[in-house]
């Protein structure tokens, strides 16, 4: 099992940027892939980005070359960096741990784009 905690979402105008964190409870190196997903009201959830424990990164079209995924192993903590923040980035924002067969998630935390 792995407990994650996000953190540094919040309010931010448009084109500002904010910092995502994800603590997890165990060595994030063992943990097949650290994702970072986002929801908003009355849409699906989607995949913004991910980072497997080889470091190999993806980024959903909507977010690439805005948003980096990052980590610090030592911490055990994974990082998203918002740039160039648009008002439809607006949503829920919850990392997810892929562990084998199963899927962890945080409690999430929400980022608002303001114009």
């Known amino acids: 099992q792995v407990q994650l905690v996000e953190s540094g979402g919040g309010l931010v105008q448009a084109g500002g940027s904010l910092r995502l964190s994800c603590a997890a409870s165990?060595?994030?190196?063992?943990?097949?892939?650290m994702n970072w997903f986002r929801q908003a009201p009355g849409k699906q959830r989607e995949l913004v980005a991910a980072?497997?424990?080889?470091?190999?990164?993806r980024y959903s079209d909507s977010v690439k070359g805005r948003f980096t995924i990052s980590r610090d192993n030592a911490k055990n903590t994974v990082y998203l960096q918002m740039n160039s923040l648009k008002l439809e980035d607006t949503a829920g924002y919850y990392c997810?741990?892929?562990?084998?067969?199963?899927?962890?998630w945080g409690q999430g935390t929400q980022v608002t784009v303001s114009a």
């Open positions: 997810a741990a892929s562990d084998g067969e199963f899927t962890y």
């Open positions: 165990r060595n994030i190196l063992t943990i097949n892939a």
């Open positions: 980072i497997t424990s080889g470091g190999f990164i």
